[in-house]
């Protein structure tokens, strides 16, 4: 985009007359004409320049400049709306030629043309001089005959701002710097095993940089991604601090097995399974919250065959690379980084109040004609009516603080640089009491030598420390308690434990019941690369990862029921992981021919992963206080795991560019997993690729409109080892508690014949860029099918087990549109608005399945139907005579089973995506970031197995319900007895009555920011002073009448609502 | 070139040739493969104690966790649970898909016991373990399992016969007639009695010895009309001298009874037996869980000792409530075990037995010894036929009550079921003898037909 603000700037005309002024003079000057400042690197560069004498009339910047700077060896560029002026590097060095024709002397010039970012040799730079011209070759340099002693050069390449030099004669060589352009389309993307551009990439690839995860106070960088990227759900599993997050690329690939994508951190396997039992049973304790976002530069995700191929057996459910960030080169830099928030429950169930509750549930009786008595209804006659309970703000009413800050410290010299940062971060919990996740991280770099350099190497320390402490339990599974009738402290702090506590449990007990988790992680990693050749390399990835989850969970005494006379219980669990991970890769770029170039790379991986689990789990304390000991327990009973997963692969991969304008690319891979049978280990995936720039095409060329076309195409193969270790084996385990001392038991069936699952993987895409960018457009097509899948195929039980590892017979299809969509409908100076949305339509479609009405899932999947469909009744709505849900009787046979089910549908997002805008104005920037999913969820009266008036409470939309002959209702009669209503309920629960829309669209994130001008920072001593203030889940606009369209619960917590104040500087 | 060609030639080598076996991982330390675990006799043994021990795994109210005491004996005319929920269908006899769960629960797990049994026993024939620990493996193996299939058949009627641990063919198996699984179970019985010896392998009685097997070869027997071959598993039994009646009831049920042929014990620390969680109330303000019928406990005699032994009774909310008392320990410190079978009901099986051979002699004197202890006068020895079935019953009701589902089985066997039980419950029919094949299933195996009346 900036290159189009250049075009615009050097084109804009300017007026000039000044006799023997300074260069300072005439800068400002032209700064008021066009509002661009002068930023000059080295004062001393144009502080003897005062003798300027120039006179035009609306010529173009451009040559002004030309003329002002070129000849005076400066060199200038546009850079974030002001011109720069740096020392043209020129030494220019031109020998004397005599050449055949004495007539004409002819010099030659010799340069080098590097990145200014990373000092890499850029090769295929054009290189001009009056109408000569060259290319640089593989090591940056270019030679090229020129007529005249002195002139201007004129360097251009794709992905980099044009740049003009001035050389004179006596100089030997020029080296010249090219400045990464801000063009979108030459922005890098990390792919597999390499870097790219988005020009040149053949795959389809989504990126989100470290500027849009900032923008967003979350902690777990996953959040960051939720309604970003086209082709990506990521979903929350609760509101709770450290909540895990699901993410799903392109649907779920896998019927059964584990649909989580390859998350890669800088090239080393993350696993999302951290064997913590606390992540498993609530969903909680989430590995990524050991990663501290802000370390993050970049996050790409690989969805179609060409960019996961590469990855074989492990990118079926696509890849997520994450970059962290790397050592920055230059003048020391030291950044303070703060920010606290506050967060809470944004909207409360709005339940049954208490009259409407002893409502229901005097009716039930009525219903039932069964008179109510402390037996049965304590609800109606042993609890006092005088204290009301309102559970959403007992159990969720509180305000979460949470505070964020780091500090960071990185420069270096040209050859070696470092990076040294730390943070610290908390965040409470909304529940009461004091619970809630913190985290301290640190991170060391260490770099040497640069990308030219024959040897470079660069090793991290990644550390992290976690501590998470919650309720045992979910307190939001008290929601639909009875709504009063609860003394649950008394005067002096304490539980209450009386006849309602008693009967119905003190919620609050769960705050004395705590798990708490203390993690560790450590993350070395080492990257070298040795070069042999110009255009030969091999480098080495390695990296190990150790973490380790200590957790326990302490339920005192005095926290339980006194009517189950349980003693004081604790659990210790301590969790190992230990995996590492190495990659060696050859890389070989090859000329073939003028114009066709070839990038060969070829490399293999090792990795293995350990998992080490010990749990003791005791019982019968006498004494709270001695919880925190085993020692203290009147009976432990020990249990171990353990798990072993290796994986090795080998991989090539080959990228041919032709004339720039057709690009191939072709991938291999063969790969071997612990996790299969001997004869079934191995398995080869692959893929092939082919992208068309036309407009390179002469014709579209010179286009105004259209500045970039690309058409795309993928097809390959990918699979997925996602199903557990051993699996394959007839083991017999130590069963947990032994029948007089230890006893075997089988785990499950000899099963040596599964194979790997394959998906096979279609892409076609489509990029366009209008205007010099100004509006982009990127599609993508998809279609994935699998007739291999692996299934825990459902099995009779009478074969002892309840379903058997087996590859699916059935054949699925996923197919997709992805439409993104960005442009620039405002670019002034001082406003800029950038717009963009991203959509996504996704069909998930069973198309064959052999013998499916003869087989186990004649009753789960239907051919035609996604795999998600629910099969269920077809609802008829309540009878009037008797106040009872009714369901179709398919079949007609007379009864209500399975054989009348029919498809009801399905929960899955049949379209999702999100609206970004961003204003800058001055220093002002604003953010605003809404995301919305169109699908269906379940709706939270119809959907419930227990019948109105039973003893819990519902959301209050039930005055429409049944209640005498002849009512026309929505819900049925209220019953509290098991009878023929209760049947009913259940038929209705799984009816399509249950599908509801779900559909929302959510004002997800806000970012305000302000830029501290620069002369108030130079006062204050900083560089740069940022402060912003960030909203997350802000506004929800949807029609589903649960509580959240998200979690859909009504006994989670939702989405919080965060607000967020923070300030960034850099001295 | 040359070089490059070299390099690549390298790591490709150290990559896919030089770790070949790198995917060879190491198992889980408890795990073992089913080969190595009948490799040695004492690890054999403790897949045999993992096959017994998985029928105390799934908690309680299953199959061997108080699950055949109270569903069958709701079901019949023994018990009620206090309070309204989906167990009334069993009070009933009126089962629906609310209770394919708890059928399912019963189904499932017995396949469950049933394949560790057939994992055991192919686990030693592949094995090259000694003759005689061979033996005692596939001995018990075939106890265990026939005593699941006994249950299955009582409870369902015709159920597939899975033999083996290969779900090629045992999950495409339809039901097999009752009678046939019924004469597998007598021949494999046959066998393991000349399998096992008649001591425990351990000492305890925690594991069957021959005895167990005949004992269980006696109440499969009666109750399919071998009359012959019950009678004599029976006397074999009570012949062997190894055993004898306990004179006070209070020891009935305690570990070291010397009545108890056979009994499961707990595998973890927390009680005794689920019969004892069941039926012992919490404290004493509680109301028992599951009550005993009005009926059973007055039909006892004002002399009879079970009655005060085994039976309690507690006022709640101005409702006389009665509780069985066999099991009586709740607590933590382990002094019962959970009692499969015992001595006295293999006297009623030979009483039966004989009765049905035209031995009533016979039968009075095994009555008698039974009545004697329990404080009756004994039966004079010409006592009608007529009138010593109907002793027979009543003594089996009152001896073997809360017990395994006795009751239900006995009036089935006796075809007392619709005379007794029509009598009492208003929803029942002919065809609730057989219980509901879980719905579930059908569902995932097709083959399988659903009783008569369930349709």
């Not at chain 1, 599993?237 to 699901?246: E, H, V």
């Not at chain 1, 003394?487 to 209450?496: A, F, K, S, T």
């Not at chain 2, 990559?15 to 690890?43: E, H, I, M, W, Y």
Request: glycine share 8%; charged share 20%.
């Amino acid at each position: 985009m900036l290159l189009h603000v250049h075009a615009n700037v050097l084109a804009q005309r300017i007026s000039l007359n000044e006799k023997k002024a300074s260069l300072q003079k005439v800068m400002d000057k032209i700064s008021k004409q066009t509002g661009y400042d002068f930023l000059v690197l080295d004062y001393k560069l144009i502080s003897d320049i005062k003798d300027i004498t120039i006179q035009i009339q609306k010529t173009p910047l451009k040559e002004a400049l030309d003329e002002l700077l070129i000849s005076r060896n400066l060199q200038y560029n546009i850079e974030d709306n002001s011109i720069v002026i740096r020392e043209a590097r020129r030494v220019a060095a031109v020998r004397n030629i005599l050449t055949e024709d004495v007539q004409q002397q002819q010099y030659e010039l010799q340069g080098e043309v590097r990145s200014l970012a990373d000092g890499q040799a850029i090769e295929g730079a054009s290189v001009t001089v009056d109408k000569k011209h060259t290319l640089t070759d593989r090591e940056g340099r270019f030679t090229i005959s020129v007529d005249k002693p002195t002139g201007v050069l004129t360097i251009k390449h794709i992905g980099y701002n044009e740049q003009r030099v001035a050389y004179e004669n006596t100089a030997t060589l020029i080296e010249i710097s090219l400045i990464p352009s801000d063009n979108i389309l030459d922005e890098a993307v990390v792919i597999g095993y390499g870097i790219t551009t988005k020009r040149f990439n053949t795959g389809s690839v989504a990126s989100i940089g470290s500027k849009d995860i900032a923008a967003q106070p979350v902690s777990n960088p996953l959040a960051a991604l939720q309604g970003r990227l086209p082709g990506v759900i990521v979903e929350q599993n609760n509101g709770l601090p450290g909540a895990k997050f699901s993410v799903q690329i392109r649907g779920r690939n896998s019927i059964e097995q584990g649909n989580n994508p390859l998350f890669l951190i800088d090239g080393i396997p993350f696993d999302v399974d951290n064997g913590s039992n606390f992540s498993n049973t609530f969903n909680v304790n989430s590995p990524f919250n050991m990663i501290n976002p802000d370390e993050i530069e970049r996050i790409d995700v690989l969805k179609d065959a060409e960019a996961t191929s590469i990855y074989g057996s492990r990118g079926a459910n696509g890849v997520v690379l994450i970059t962290t960030k790397a050592a920055l080169r230059g003048r020391l830099q030291f950044h303070v980084f703060h920010n606290s928030g506050i967060s809470n429950v944004s909207q409360m169930p709005k339940v049954l109040s208490p009259e409407k509750f002893r409502e229901l549930r005097r009716e039930a009786f009525k219903n039932d004609k069964v008179t109510p008595t402390l037996g049965n209804a304590r609800d109606l006659i042993g609890l006092d009516t005088n204290i009301v309970n309102d559970w959403g703000s007992i159990i969720m009413g509180k305000t979460a603080h949470s505070r964020n800050s780091s500090l960071s410290l990185e420069g270096g010299s040209d050859m070696t640089s470092f990076r040294l940062s730390g943070a610290l971060y908390s965040e409470g919990n909304v529940y009461p009491g004091d619970d809630g996740v913190s985290r301290a991280s640190f991170t060391s770099i260490l770099s040497h030598g640069r990308p030219r350099d024959r040897l470079s190497i660069s090793t991290g320390l990644a550390y992290s420390y976690g501590k998470t402490s919650q309720a045992v339990a979910e307190l939001a599974e008290n929601l639909n308690k009875v709504p009063y009738g609860f003394r649950l402290i008394d005067e002096g702090g304490r539980l209450v434990w009386d006849d309602a506590t008693k009967n119905y449990g003190n919620p609050l007990s769960y705050l004395y019941q705590t798990f708490e988790s203390q993690n560790h992680r450590f993350f070395p990693t080492l990257r070298a690369k040795y070069r042999f050749m110009s255009n030969l390399s091999l480098s080495l990835n390695t990296g190990l990862t150790y973490d380790t989850y200590d957790e326990s969970s302490k339920s005192p005494k005095m926290a339980k029921n006194p009517n189950e006379g349980l003693k004081g219980s604790a659990s210790f669990t301590n969790t190992y992981n230990l995996s590492w991970n190495i990659e060696p890769q050859v890389d070989y770029t090859w000329s073939v021919a003028s114009g066709i170039d070839a990038a060969f790379l070829v490399g293999g991986t090792l990795t293995r992963r350990t998992m080490n689990n010990n749990q003791m789990s005791a019982i019968n304390y006498e004494n709270d206080a001695l919880l925190g000991t085993i020692k203290g327990a009147g009976s432990v009973t020990p249990s171990d795991r353990y798990s072993d997963y290796r994986y090795q692969g080998g991989f090539a991969r080959v990228h041919l560019n032709l004339k720039k304008q057709f690009l191939i690319g072709a991938s291999a891979r063969r790969d071997g997993s612990s996790r299969f049978a001997v004869d079934n280990r191995y398995a080869f995936f692959g893929a092939l690729s082919g992208a068309w720039i036309f407009t390179e095409v002469p014709l579209l060329k010179e286009s105004k409109y259209l500045s970039f076309g690309k058409l795309r195409a993928s097809y390959g193969t990918t699979g997925n080892d996602q199903i557990g270790d051993y699996m394959y084996l007839d083991n017999y385990k130590i069963a947990n508690d032994g029948y007089n001392g230890i006893s075997l038991q089988p785990m499950r069936l000899y099963n040596p014949t599964y194979g790997w699952e394959q998906f096979r993987k279609l892409d076609v895409g489509l990029e366009l860029s209008f205007w010099d960018s100004r509006l982009s457009l990127n599609a993508d097509y998809y279609k994935n099918t699998s007739d291999n899948q692996l299934v825990q195929y459902s099995l009779p039980d009478q074969t002892g087990f309840a379903s058997i590892l087996k590859n699916f017979p059935g054949k699925v299809r996923n197919q997709g549109f992805e439409l993104a969509v960005t442009g620039h409908p405002l670019r002034t100076e001082r406003i800029r608005w950038t717009s963009g949305i991203n959509i996504s339509w996704h069909r998930n479609k069973l198309l064959a399945f052999p013998d499916l009405e003869s087989s186990t899932y004649n009753s789960s999947y239907a051919v035609g139907q996604p795999l998600d469909i629910m099969m269920g009744f077809r609802f008829e709505g309540v009878d009037p005579q008797t106040g009872n849900y009714q369901v179709t009787d398919t079949n007609g046979d007379g009864t209500f089973n399975y054989l009348d089910y029919v498809p009801i549908g399905h929960f899955r997002p049949r379209f999702y995506g999100g609206l970004n805008n961003t204003l800058s104005i001055g220093s002002f920037s604003m953010d605003i970031f809404f995301q919305f999913v169109q699908q269906n969820g379940r709706h939270p009266i119809y959907s419930s197995l227990s019948p109105l008036g039973s003893g819990l409470n519902v959301l209050d939309i039930v005055d429409d319900r049944w209640r005498k002959e002849g009512d026309v209702a929505s819900y049925a009669k209220a019953t509290r007895s098991f009878n023929a209503t209760r049947t009913s309920y259940q038929w209705a629960s799984n009816s399509d009555a249950v599908i509801t829309d779900a559909s929302y669209l959510r004002l997800k994130n806000i970012n305000l920011m302000y830029s501290v001008p620069s002369s108030i920072c130079s006062k204050l001593g900083v560089k740069r002073l940022t402060l912003s203030l960030r909203g997350q889940n802000l506004l929800t606009l949807t029609k589903y009448m649960g509580l959240d369209p998200e979690v859909q619960s009504l006994r989670s917590v939702p989405p919080l609502r965060i607000w967020n104040f923070g300030a960034n500087l850099t001295f | 070139m040359n070089n490059i060609f070299y390099i690549i030639g390298i790591c490709s080598l150290v990559l896919l040739q030089g770790c070949k076996d790198f995917l060879t991982v190491d198992l889980p330390k408890d795990q073992l493969n089913r080969a190595n675990v009948f490799t040695d006799k004492s690890t054999a043994h403790t897949a045999l104690n993992g096959m017994y021990g998985l029928t105390q795994q799934f908690g309680g109210g299953r199959m061997f966790t108080g699950g055949l005491t109270i569903y069958p004996g709701m079901y019949a005319d023994e018990l009620y649970y206090f309070t309204a929920s989906n167990r009334d269908e069993f009070l009933e006899s009126n089962l629906t898909q609310q209770n394919d769960g708890t059928l399912a629960a019963f189904w499932i797990e017995g396949y469950q016991y049933i394949y560790a049994a057939n994992s055991c026993i192919e686990g030693a024939l592949d094995s090259n373990l000694d003759e005689g620990v061979k033996n005692t493996i596939i001995g018990e193996a075939y106890f265990m399992r026939s005593l699941v299939y006994y249950y299955l058949t009582e409870l369902f009627g015709d159920v597939p016969l899975v033999l083996s641990t290969d779900y090629r063919k045992s999950g495409t198996m339809a039901r097999a007639a009752k009678q046939d699984v019924v004469k597998k179970i007598l021949t494999d019985l046959q066998d393991a009695s000349h399998l096992l010896e008649a001591e425990y392998r351990d000492g305890v009685k925690n594991s069957p010895n021959r005895y167990a097997v005949q004992a269980l070869a006696a109440r499969v027997a009666l109750q399919n009309g071998e009359d012959q071959l019950a009678f004599d598993h029976a006397d074999a039994i009570i012949r062997s001298d190894i055993y004898e009646l306990e004179s006070e009831l209070s020891k009935v049920f305690l570990r070291e009874s010397k009545e108890t042929i056979f009994q499961l014990t707990r595998i973890n620390q927390l009680f005794n037996t689920w019969e004892s969680t069941f039926f012992v109330p919490a404290n004493s303000s509680s109301s028992p869980a599951y009550v005993l019928q009005q009926d059973l406990v007055h039909s006892f005699a004002p002399t009879d000792k079970r009655r005060s032994a085994w039976i309690e009774g507690r006022l709640y909310s101005g409702e006389q409530l009665y509780h069985p008392t066999k099991y009586k320990a709740r607590t933590t410190v382990l002094t019962e075990d959970y009692v499969l079978f015992r001595l006295a009901e293999q006297y009623l099986i030979r009483a039966e037995a004989a009765l049905r051979l035209d031995r009533p002699d016979l039968a009075i004197v095994d009555l008698n010894k039974i009545r004697s202890r329990s404080g009756l006068e004994k039966l004079a020895l010409d006592t009608l036929v007529a009138d010593l079935w109907k002793l027979l019953l009543t003594e089996r009701r009152q001896e073997l009550f809360a017990e395994l589902g006795y009751r239900w089985f006995d009036l089935k066997r006796l075809g007392k079921a619709d005379e007794v039980l029509g009598a009492l419950k208003p929803k029942w029919k002919s065809t609730a003898v057989h219980w509901m094949i879980p719905w579930s299933q059908i569902r995932k195996n097709p083959l399988l037909t659903q009783n008569e009346g369930y349709e």
